[in-house]
């Protein structure tokens, strides 16, 4: 089986509902907990290189685990696999900032309601949740910091999760020619030859109704 073949099968739209459930639940459920490790790496880490790595590392395994389990799920669509990536991504925000409110807050619930995340991005955003040269970030300056941080976790979970069914060619795919290869020619083999078969369907229909006619 060529190149060209598992070429075909990379890019073949293929979907299942529950892989596509698999892609989101699994990603918020552990964005449950890195969301937590996240906040508290951020609170006690006070180097802000670390914490760009920090960040970026983040939303790159809530985006590793979504496209795991497209592939687990046998998804081969290359836009559901950025939506998904997408909406992992927003989840691990909501996630990383609910545990923001846990580190900073006292009797924050374990999983807090928008609101009451509104409330605390509020009183961070007056008051500040880390310093430079010992002065508290606070206003403008800190909510840039925060859009950045956002950008970095969406958009990482985003692309990871795309390059990983679009990217490479995994091992279930190759299954999946080799198994077709054996039942029969490929997709694209059919295409190419359909012309040889008409041609020869053709020739066979006319001898058989020359015999025919010779017999009657």
């Given amino acids: 089986m060529n190149s060209d073949t598992y ?3 990379r890019h073949s739209g293929k979907f299942s509902p529950h892989g596509l459930a698999l892609a ?6 552990a964005g449950f907990l890195l969301g937590y490790v996240y906040a508290y790496l951020i609170k006690w880490i006070p180097f802000i290189y670390l914490n760009i790595f920090i960040t970026a590392g983040y939303g790159g395994v809530i985006g590793f685990l979504a496209g795991w389990m497209l592939r687990v799920g046998k998804v081969r669509n290359n836009a559901l696999a950025g ?11 909501y996630l990383g ?25 509020g009183y961070l955003y ?3 949740s880390w310093t430079l040269k010992g002065e508290p970030v606070t206003g403008v300056i800190l909510g840039i910091v925060w859009g950045v941080e956002a950008l970095m976790i969406v958009g990482l979970s985003t692309l990871m999760t795309y390059v990983m069914i679009s990217g490479s060619l ?3 795919t190759k299954e999946e020619a080799e ?7 490929s997709s694209l083999s059919l295409i190419h030859s359909w012309p040889h078969q008409v041609k020869y369907l053709c020739e066979t229909s006319g001898n058989q109704l020359g015999i025919s006619r010779r017999h009657g």
Avoid: T
């Fill in 83 to 93: 939506i998904c990536g997408l909406l992992a991504g927003l989840a691990g925000l």
């Fill in 24 to 29: 989101l639940i699994v990603p918020i459920a």
């Fill in 179 to 185: 198994e077709e290869r054996r039942f029969g020619v």
């Fill in 126 to 128: 007056a008051h500040g």
């Fill in 170 to 172: 995994n091992s279930s």
């Fill in 97 to 121: 900032w609910n545990g923001h409110v846990h580190a900073y807050f006292e009797d924050a619930p374990v999983l807090c309601q928008p609101g009451e995340i509104l409330k605390g991005m």
């Fill in 7 to 9: 070429q075909f099968y």
